[in-house]
């Protein structure tokens, strides 16, 4: 039998030997406890865990096409989120047990080692180009597949999905018109591309009336021929039963299969546009195949924290350079590349110029010194750039000890920084906020066959025809509901 504390979350074998240490009071059930960033990822879970049975109740409501692929992505969505949460959950809880057991309290340990900062990654313009036979998209030969793809982004824990695009031979490429933005991610991230893909079957020879496809028939057996099935045909849609050469169609929505994957590292980010290379993960007699060129053009950008945070600020005396005695108080500000000198430290809020900016990049020297030879004087720090064959250096003095020492410590750090994050120091690259995303809207070309069928005779008042149209108006009005609840809550 299990036993969980339903404040902590924690679920613990009666009898095992994990209880008896507890009970013997050689660890305590708090190391077990929730972190709060677990709580978070663990309410993410729950959250994903509800939006997968509402993409169940709506797969299983979809009476049209475009409906049940976008329940099935959604579905298909969902299940990978969990994968991740839940393996991201166990690994925390490993990294938890591991470090908290095997140190005791008066372990001091070595000191913590320097870690870079995150940052935000977007991935924009996406396009993947095809590549059609000559017969299919120049002649215009064979017949006209359609399919419905979409992307699965991944950067760790985080996934995050595109719209879904309907393709054909008439187009040349992919192109995805969303941004995806990752908040959290750090100069050693992986973000893993997933293409997949479903084939829209043409539903007209399956799914038609009888007489649509007593019409086929007649057209291609023969007189004769022709006039006998369309007579069985008509006879057993007048009996009530099902028609012959009509099996009872399967309940059940689309199938996604994986087209190609890739993966993009911190080497890939540029302000720019580049092609990088796809491995295809499925082949020609693979029923979801498509005709793809293997590559993906798009613009990857990254954004530090410390590019557009400040890291350090606080009070200083700036000396010029040349100038012995002229020194000013002014108020300092390490942010990106810079360390910006204000008259006042509200001038930094309110967007005023400052009055002296300093370079700090990765070609800066750095250096902490002391001006013990007069009295009360306070420590110091100098930065020097190199413009040309001229060396510009710039003295700072600061209060205090810990002032000097904070300042050294921001410096260091942003150093560091920089050597991790490389190219996305040199400047800061634009990055746009996605827009929110909406409902699908139902296409009236791309709707199911019953609303694209022409109807030879008007529907009487109270007529059979009466009811099943009302019945799908109701179900069409069900799903769109069920839409637009489903992308509110994203």
Same mark, same amino acid.
């Given at each position: ?14 009898? #095992? ?88 309290? #008066? ?292 209060? #205090? ?90």
């Amino acid at each position: 039998m299990f036993s969980r504390n339903h404040r902590s979350r924690v679920t613990v074998a009666r009898g #095992s030997a994990l209880e008896m240490e507890f009970k013997r009071g050689r660890f305590r059930l708090s190391l077990f406890s929730d972190l709060p960033e677990d709580t978070e990822l663990q309410r993410k879970l729950d959250h994903e865990i509800r939006m997968r049975e509402g993409a169940c109740k709506l797969l299983a409501a979809c009476s049209q096409r475009e409906q049940a692929l976008e329940a099935t992505k959604s579905l298909l969505v969902c299940n990978s989120r969990i994968l991740s949460y839940m393996g991201e959950l166990q690994r925390r809880k490993e990294a938890q047990v591991l470090g908290k057991t095997s140190r005791r309290p #008066s372990d001091s340990g070595p000191p913590a080692e320097r870690s870079p900062c995150r940052g935000r990654v977007c991935i924009s313009d996406l396009r993947i180009p095809l590549m059609w036979k000559d017969t299919e998209y120049f002649k215009n030969k064979g017949d006209l597949h359609r399919w419905a793809v979409f992307l699965l982004l991944q950067l760790g824990e985080h996934i995050q999905d595109t719209e879904m695009i309907l393709v054909d031979r008439t187009l040349t490429d992919i192109s995805f018109q969303s941004n995806v933005l990752f908040a959290e991610a750090g100069p050693d991230f992986e973000l893993r591309l997933e293409l997949y893909g479903a084939c829209v079957e043409e539903e007209g020879a399956l799914t038609g009336g009888p007489k649509r496809l007593a019409t086929k028939l007649s057209s291609s057996l023969g007189r004769s021929s022709g006039r006998r099935v369309r007579a069985s045909l008509d006879s057993a849609g007048g009996s009530g039963s099902s028609p012959i050469l009509l099996p009872t169609p399967v309940v059940g929505g689309p199938r996604y299969h994986l087209l190609a994957h890739t993966t993009l590292t911190l080497a890939a980010v540029q302000d720019g546009f580049r092609t990088h290379d796809l491995t295809l993960a499925s082949h020609e007699e693979n029923p979801a195949w498509l005709p793809l060129y293997g590559s993906v053009c798009c613009r990857l950008a990254a954004q530090p924290l410390c590019m557009t945070q400040p890291t350090a600020s606080g009070t200083l005396r700036v000396q010029q350079a040349g100038e012995m005695q002229n020194w000013a108080q002014v108020h300092g500000v390490l942010k990106g590349t810079n360390l910006f000198c204000y008259r006042q430290p509200e001038d930094a809020d309110t967007g005023e110029e400052p009055l002296l900016t300093i370079a700090v990049n990765k070609e800066t020297r750095v250096r902490a010194g002391e001006l013990d030879q007069a009295l009360g004087r306070p420590f110091t720090l100098s930065i020097s750039n190199q413009y040309g064959d001229d060396e510009v250096t710039h003295t700072l003095q600061t209060e #205090s000890r810990e002032a000097l020492q904070s300042w050294m410590e921001a410096l260091w750090q942003l150093f560091f920084d920089m050597s991790q994050w490389k190219q996305c120091c040199d400047e800061i690259m634009k990055i746009e906020t996605p827009a929110p995303r909406k409902p699908p809207q139902a296409l009236a070309k791309q709707g199911s066959l019953y609303h694209e069928m022409v109807l030879s005779e008007p529907v009487a008042p109270g007529g059979p025809g009466e009811g099943l149209l009302l019945q799908d108006n109701a179900i069409s009005t069900e799903i769109q509901a069920l839409l637009s609840s489903y992308y509110s809550d994203r």
